[in-house]
């Protein structure tokens, strides 16, 4: 067995002292949200990278559960972080041109004020006198230390799971002081099922003889920092973390991990069960996580992230409203623990306040850990380099857009490229429908969103299945929802955009009913074009060779292959919108070999057509 | 907050006296799969119904980790068993009719020698000296009450998670004593995921001191049926079944079970945490398991689980060769612990050895637990009722097969109904194809292959997506695999076949290419019929109207809700072939509006084409 798979994402965390970490003290009383004050509060924090002139440049890192503030590595010879992956020169978070602060949570065991830290009203620890407390009291701290740095706006709030609760709370109590919010892997509050794995794990721990009601620290020898060790193992702490990661990792990634050598283990020494590679491995993780981590503390951020909640549907919506910042919100397809759905609820919210957001469920085998890990890094991490990339450069340089979106050759044939019925659907959105706002769906890269970028229009997403070309849209700019159309458009609100565009994409839509219908709903005008299947050529040549049709570009597949799985023509689609209810305002056929629009029997003569639609 | 919540599917179990309970008592001295012996082995059992004159209607029911003998009640006073929605008179192992059987497994806790139970040797309960057990010693006993009960031939063995391992364990160790095999929700080992809960489980209790090393029992007060009741509480037997709580129910029914109602849990007494729904049920399941049920046998039975291993793969399909049953093998869709696919697995294990099977994967929202619960009882109910009916009455009665499969009035077109063309995929198979063994992809209620049981054919065999066409196979004796083409074939062999069928769905497939293949490589012979997209009137009609052409039957929909996403003409398929490198080795073109064979310009002529292919 190698050494490899005891290292988990963490693994390089020990309690060693924090060498580069700093420290603010704040005079007291500090009010907590339960209304229980604390005499005074110390928070550590770590910084990466020089705040610029304006000091608008900064990125405020929260962590998780049992993280702290050692987030990277301050140079060669330091030990990693716990986000080394993505924190440093160059990375995803490039601390050669953002102000990166983390800073340790309250409540935490790592120097801020926490159950380990001396209560001064009884001059020992607080233990399990440490008052209950909140993501929101963690983040007024975080507040505190950030005006302590002298930040009046931060660029970035990133944080993942319970960092990324801490995000959400930035953006609706600080709306003013965030820029820009990146929750990853997080939810408004924690599934039934995650809940329950807490609380196992806190009774594991408080039904430990040795927890001693949470009095166990050895008073005579206090840390460096202040804080007290364990005078005893709390082998209800290992119990929990053994379970924590069980729920990090994804169920493939475990087989993957210890499905080969099941039983071939380590050889350790362990009082827990070790004679398969997973017991081991989670014998290993749970005596380790006991000789860093403080038991009390545990319970405090877990009961923590457990009370957190802003709420679902309507409520989850009216939490969120008084947020103002750019929003890109990430989850991990195979993350269980804090499932996709659930960040998709907050982007749901968000759009119903008619608020923006972008929206990737990043493809990955490696569970709600995704985030800490390389495997997926040019998703995650690439996401939030463009997505940071934009902010810090306000909306984008000019130049820069003007050349995704005219830097191809044109094309004489329509079927041939993307991009040439752009001039006639610009047209129609800017002169047939006008209006402020425009929903692209199935937007590719946003070639289409940047031109109405140029124009008008002030509120622009897309709406597109492919998660590299979601990553090409919020690099451009461009906002951008990763979905597919065929599960409905249900996370939009009715008539909540001037305008839908559908370019193209119909043609190869399973569900045709249920996008036509929700596009109707949410637009209040619709731009729509595919190619006719009425078209001469495509006719005469089922009528004469009695083959399916083919032709260049979108037709140039075989009929066992094509991405194309609707047939029909103009008048096929006309009749369909009299079935439906909708009004047909304006129908541009165009033939684009000959590159006109076509006047006469538009049915017979045009190879594509562009519909505008509504129903009221 | 609901008392209903409260109610697990073993909730109504208790640790009162098993009123019906019988025993066999075996001297000794038993071996066991390590080597170690036992000096003798009481089984307790309960049975319902009686056996018949050949006792050949005996159904034998294996119990999972902390079930017991009392599976269902045996009059109307007595308590409600553990299966009791699945077992009775009427039910779908209907009591009326077969001799059920249910004994309490080595190693358990109520009443069969395990743990808890009086060692010879030593005069005092084994405690953790009970020697470490395995699925075959379980089988080993449960082989010895079936002779002690003077049954030479099962007609079933029946079990669920740890007790579908004993269903394999049987239909391997015993394959002349066992006609038919019923394994639900288990696997042929555990995945990582679900030995490291199993790990976490077991550490949690023996590292709680109450624990003593197992040696915790209350000698001067044995039970009255010879077992010894715990002296304490061993609150870690609490959290091993808590953990166990979440894994037996879906993400979905937890959500669904506490979401409303988080905040407000029901009062209860308990030191485990209870200020949340989920907190509260989780100490209560906790609490009333540590009553009901000893930790040494908790211990002895999850590892008999977890040290149970047939292999994957090759060794798999070695391990399930000695089996000579009929299988139905069924798995829940929201089962997370032993998730379909190792379900699945067993079944490709089987088909590899040319051994047949059924399979379902049961849609369920109910996870794990589903088969113990009511909500999908139509289905997996149904599936075991009609399966068991089946092997009882042998191959079935020839009057029932002659009407299915001729039951229906004959249509005047193909396209309006599915079974006209019938006779001549018949003719076809048996005349041109010939052979003994048949596989029918899509072969929806098994109409085509209950045709081809009439005929020479030995091995017949359908593949089908929807659950109740599985089940209406199943229920007329034929075998059936619960599976998406779309996916791959990948579960059956090359050549594994001497005829594969195909019957007019290729035009609904996805995925054309790869269901084409799989079919090439699986069938020595293929029969393809599809609707001929170059018939003459289909083609007149795009090019007269310019609209997607309509017909009655298969064509009846439209364009945007058609099952038919692939249009291809005879032509086409033709040229495919020749692509692909298949060998057309016959075509019968169908004019089914004149029901003639056409004989003149198939593609102009033919509304369906039946094609013979192969490929070396």
Redesign the interface.
């Known amino acids: 067995m190698s050494k490899d798979k005891f290292e988990s994402s963490d693994s390089t965390r020990s309690s060693r002292p924090l060498r580069h970490a700093q420290h603010a003290d704040f005079k007291g009383p500090i009010k907590l949200q339960s209304g229980q004050k604390l005499p005074a509060v110390r928070v550590v924090y770590e910084t990466y990278g020089k705040p610029n002139a304006q000091r608008d440049n900064a990125v405020l890192i929260c962590h998780a559960l049992t993280g702290d503030s050692h987030v990277a590595s301050h140079n060669a010879k330091d030990d990693p972080g716990w986000w080394e992956v993505v924190i440093g020169p160059g990375k995803a978070i490039d601390t050669d041109r953002y102000f990166v602060i983390c800073p340790n949570n309250l409540g935490g065991c790592r120097g801020t004020t926490g159950p380990n830290t001396l209560n001064p009203a009884t001059g020992r620890p607080y233990g399990a006198n440490f008052p209950a407390i909140t993501i929101a009291d963690i983040v007024e701290t975080q507040r505190m230390l950030i005006d302590h740095l002298g930040i009046k706006k931060l660029l970035a709030v990133v944080g993942g799971s319970l960092g990324g609760m801490q995000v959400l709370q930035w953006a609706v109590s600080h709306p003013d002081r965030v820029a820009a919010a990146v929750p990853i892997a997080t939810a408004p509050l924690v ?3 995650a ?3 807490d ?2 794990g ?3 721990i ?2 430990d ?1 040795a927890f001693r009601g949470g009095q166990y620290y050895d008073e005579t020898r206090p840390n460096a920092d202040g804080t007290f060790p364990s005078s005893v193992n709390v ?1 209800g702490l ?2 929990a973390r ?2 924590g ?2 729920t990090y ?1 994804s ?1 493939k990634s ?2 993957q ?3 080969g050598d ?1 039983r071939s283990p380590r050889q350790i020494v362990s ?3 070790k004679d ?1 590679s ?2 081991s491995y ?2 290993h993780q ?1 005596d380790k996580f006991v000789e860093r981590f403080d038991a009390n503390s545990y319970i405090a951020m877990s009961r923590a992230m ?1 009370a957190f909640d802003l709420g679902e549907g309507k409520a989850l919506q009216k939490s969120l409203a008084p947020s103002r910042c750019r929003w890109l919100v990430m989850s991990f397809s195979s993350d ?1 623990l804090f ?1 996709p759905e659930q960040s998709l609820a907050v982007v749901r919210a968000l759009l119903a306040n008619g608020q923006n957001a972008s929206y990737c469920n990043v493809r990955s085998d490696s569970g709600h850990d995704a985030f800490l890990l390389k495997d997926d890094l040019d998703m995650h991490g690439g996401l939030l380099a463009g997505f940071l990339a934009k902010i810090c450069n306000g909306h984008g340089r000019k130049e820069e857009a003007e050349e995704d979106a005219h830097g191809q050759a044109p094309d004489t044939s329509i079927f041939h490229g993307r991009r040439v019925d752009y001039d006639q659907l610009e047209r129609l959105v800017v002169e047939e429908v006008g209006g402020q706002t425009a929903l692209d769906l199935g937007c590719g890269g946003g070639q289409l969103l940047l031109r109405l970028k140029r124009r008008s229009f002030k509120r622009l997403l897309g709406v597109e299945i492919d998660q590299q070309a979601v990553k090409a849209c919020i690099a451009r700019g461009i906002d951008c929802i990763h979905a597919d159309l065929n599960e409905g458009l249900s996370i939009f609100g009715d008539k909540s955009f001037d305008c839908v565009t559908l370019s193209r994409t119909l043609q190869t839509v ?1 569900n ?2 249920r996008v ?1 219908e929700d596009m109707l709903r949410v637009g209040r005008r619709c731009v729509v074009s595919f190619p006719n ?2 078209y001469k050529p495509l ?2 040549m ?2 004469a ?4 049709p083919e032709a260049p570009g979108l037709l140039r597949y ?4 094509t991405p194309n ?8 689609f006309q ?2 919108c009299r079935e439906k209810g909708a009004t047909v305002h304006r129908l541009v056929a165009l033939n684009t070999e000959t590159r006109r629009e076509v006047s006469g029997d538009p ?2 003569n045009a190879d594509l057509a562009i519909f505008v639609i509504s129903r009221k």
């Not at 075989?558 to 292959?561: F, G, R």
């Not at 799985?565 to 096929?572: A, C, Q």
């Open positions: 599934t039934s099922q809940l329950a794995f609380i196992i806190r009774n594991a408080t039904q003889p082998g290992a119990i053994m379970i990661h069980i990792l169920p475990m087989s991990k210890f499905g099941r009082k827990f069960e398969t997973v017991a989670l014998a749970g457990d269980w499932p399973r045709v009913d036509v299947f009425g006719r005469e089922l009528y060779h009695g083959k399916a075989k009929w066992y292959n799985i609707r047939f029909f023509s103009i008048t096929d009749e369909y049915n017979l």
